[in-house]
């Protein structure tokens, strides 16, 4: 996958602080992405940023990036995250999505659940992010 390695990062530790802003930025980003704060969530990415999803194309690049959130097969919704885990430049995230076309479903029938694997720049901005969906297998 095209720059979520850590191969390209630089050799030096990273300060716990840089992983701590990181994290913060992760739990904002969600938070700015829920409201619809556009504006917001950019303010939070790199200008190298990167994303993979199984519902949209590989983006690369700011503008590309936050043109996903229009164009992904699922649309905006709510994020309750359930874990996280950091460490040095990354960042993991277990949730469940709640999309707006499901959130009228008491059942939690449309709810997905995710796991969201973000790398950090060494500034803690958001560098890029690759998510994956769980499915029962033969589903």
Excluded: C, K
Aim: glycine fraction near 12%; proline fraction near 4%; avoid cysteine.
């Amino acid at each position: 996958m095209n720059g979520m390695t850590t191969r390209d990062m630089t050799g030096a530790p990273v300060s716990g602080a840089v992983t701590a802003a990181g994290v913060d930025h992760v739990r904002l980003s969600y938070h700015y992405l829920d409201i619809g704060d556009i504006d917001g969530y950019a303010s939070l990415l790199a200008d190298d940023v990167h994303v993979a999803r199984p519902d949209a194309p590989h983006r690369t690049g700011r503008e590309a990036v936050l043109s996903l959130h229009q164009d992904a097969t699922i649309g905006p919704g709510t994020h309750r995250i359930d874990g996280i885990v950091a460490d040095g430049h990354s960042v993991v995230v277990t949730g469940l999505l709640t999309p707006l076309t499901a959130a009228d479903a008491d059942d939690g029938s449309g709810d997905l659940e995710f796991v969201d694997w973000f790398t950090l720049s060494d500034d803690g901005m958001l560098r890029g992010y690759r998510r994956y969906y769980f499915t029962a297998p033969g589903h």
